[in-house]
């Protein structure tokens, strides 16, 4: 690096340091106080961890096997034998609502990496580069907005076809246009700032000017909204899974268990309310600690 380039480079980040007011940093415990403040917060943190041991230990939480049947302990309701009751093989519903708990977040995280870095770099390039580029990215964006996001990821699957892998995909790909707008009007806010204005006139690349000082500035409120979609992607994936479309049977999956025991809903009610009600504390636990990252973000406490 020369001595223009590295004057450069720190004249601009002192400009940033200037313009963009400096975060202050919350005190020791803050976040400890406000779980204990706020219970249900302080339950969603606890399922969200649970979720994430059964995710990659599920052993720990439940020993035995998702998949070992036993005809002759089919439908057998909860109880002290088995807690979540059996489906109609004999299999253990408790272990398999654990063991599936790494398929559905493995979905929905995969499918919201998918759509958060495909809509950053989307974003970056409409709200950084040309006007017909812009234009172009964002004419494309309304269009796919003009779908709800399950039906866009129900013609994408009619076109790759069903499976896991091609569920998952589908549903990261029908969160792009939502990621990219945020991204374009953040960037849009942010080039127009003197310290980036600065780094372009004292001659830095382009690339480093979105790599140090635009990227840093849009990432925060993206990565805020994809920690609330976590749950919603899981849920859309469930709902793939549920339609024969994602896990097949006998996965140990939310969504096909969901499939299957709506069969026996009249004689064995737990065969769906106990992957059901996964699904929901799932979605609700993870969205309330999105919006709590939302809530900091914006200084608010209570």
């Not at 504390?281 to 990252?293: C, F, K, N, P, Q």
């Given at each position: ?96 609502v654990v063991y599936g708990a790494r398929a559905s977040l493995v979905m ?27 234009a172009a990215i964002m004419r494309l964006s309304d269009v796919l907005l ?157």
């Open positions: 690096m020369t001595a223009a380039s590295a004057l450069a480079e720190r004249s601009a980040q002192a400009l940033g340091a200037a313009v963009l007011p400096a975060a202050d940093a919350p005190p020791a415990g803050r976040g400890r106080a406000a779980l204990l403040r706020r219970p249900g917060l302080l339950l969603a943190a606890v399922f969200t961890a649970l979720l994430l041991l059964a995710s990659l230990q599920p052993a720990w939480l439940a020993p035995g096997d998702p998949l070992e049947a036993n005809a002759r302990e089919a439908f057998l309701a909860p109880g002290a034998a088995h807690w979540l009751g059996t489906d109609e093989n004999g299999r253990d519903v408790y272990t398999r929905g995280l995969a499918a919201t990496a998918i759509g958060l870095l495909a809509g950053v770099g989307l974003g970056l390039l409409a709200g950084l580069g040309h006007r017909w580029l812009d003009a779908f709800p996001d399950m039906l866009l990821a129900l013609v994408i699957i009619a076109f790759w076809g069903q499976g896991m892998l091609n569920a998952t995909v589908a549903v990261g790909v029908a969160s792009i246009p939502r990621y990219a707008r945020l991204v374009r009007a953040q960037a849009h806010v942010v080039r127009r700032a003197s310290y980036v204005e600065a780094a372009a006139t004292l001659g830095l690349h382009p690339l480093t000017i979105v790599h140090r000082h635009v990227l840093p500035n849009v990432i925060k409120p993206v990565f805020i909204l994809a920690t609330i979609g976590i749950g919603t992607k899981i849920a859309a994936g469930a709902s793939l899974s549920f339609l024969g479309l994602g896990a097949p049977p006998p996965s140990p999956e939310w969504g096909s268990m969901l499939a299957v025991g709506r069969n026996f809903l009249a004689n064995a009610w737990w065969l769906t309310a106990m992957p059901g009600l996964a699904v929901t504390l799932t979605v609700l636990s993870i969205t309330a600690l999105g919006r709590e990252l939302l809530r900091r973000s914006e200084g608010r406490t209570t």
